[in-house]
T-cell receptor, first 112, second 110 residues
């Protein structure tokens, strides 16, 4: 069966510091991968999605970036965090050709 | 731009009652629909999906789809306090993406 991991689970970072969040999927090959952000009390905002290694599509222009260095690894990064970057960051995967997505446990980021 | 609308709630029902959660969507061409449950502080979990008009039952959960009226519902029978969560409706968009509603918060009172 497939599993998805995210780390760290929680993170407190000062404004202006860099960020690196990691997501890995096990038990499947060539998944579609997604990064979402959920601000407190808000809905899910799609940030990036990837259909393959090195293929990243950005949904919202901002100071975040994403990379997919390996088939089942998805990384979310920032060079300088803003207060508005605080939120719950969720990684999700889906199989090619299927619409249903499965979420990882998430990373709760607080920028102070 | 496709849209998915849900009442934010909170929807409060007594334990043992039927909870009815509704979702409307803008794109008549949508073919599949998903319901996710999100407990407070946790990530969304896929609990139901439906592709065809009519009802789909899974245990205490029933998804109802009416394409002519462009709405999809989730019924939870014999509601339990453990069902208290936010329920998200989602519709596929192009490129393998999903469009999520804002979610409906359900509270089941003992």
């Amino acid at each position: 069966s497939q599993t998805i991991h995210q780390w760290p689970a929680t993170l407190v970072q000062p404004v202006g510091s860099p960020l690196s969040l990691e997501c890995t999927v096990e038990g499947t090959s060539n998944p579609n991968l997604y990064w979402y952000r959920q601000a407190a009390g808000r809905g899910l905002q799609l940030l990036f999605y990837s259909v393959g290694i090195g293929q990243i599509s950005s949904e919202v222009p901002q100071n975040l970036s994403a990379s997919r260095p390996q088939d089942r690894q998805f990384i979310l990064s920032s060079k300088k965090l803003l207060l508005s970057d605080s939120g719950f960051y969720l990684c999700a995967w889906s199989l090619w050709g299927q619409d249903e997505q499965y979420f990882g446990p998430g990373t709760r980021l607080t920028v102070t | 731009q496709k849209e998915v609308e849900q009442n934010s709630g909170p929807l409060s029902v007594p334990e043992g009652a039927i909870a009815s959660l509704n979702c409307t969507y803008s794109d008549r061409g949508s073919q599949s629909f998903f319901w996710y449950r999100q407990y407070s502080g946790k990530s969304p979990e896929l609990i139901m999906f439906i592709y065809s008009n009519g009802d789909k039952e899974d245990g205490r959960f029933t998804a109802q789809l009416n394409k002519a009226s462009q709405y999809v519902s989730l019924l939870i029978r014999d509601s339990q306090p453990s069902d208290s969560a936010t329920y998200l409706c989602a519709v596929p968009n192009q490129g393998g993406k999903l469009i999520f509603g804002q979610g409906t918060e359900l509270s089941v009172k003992p």
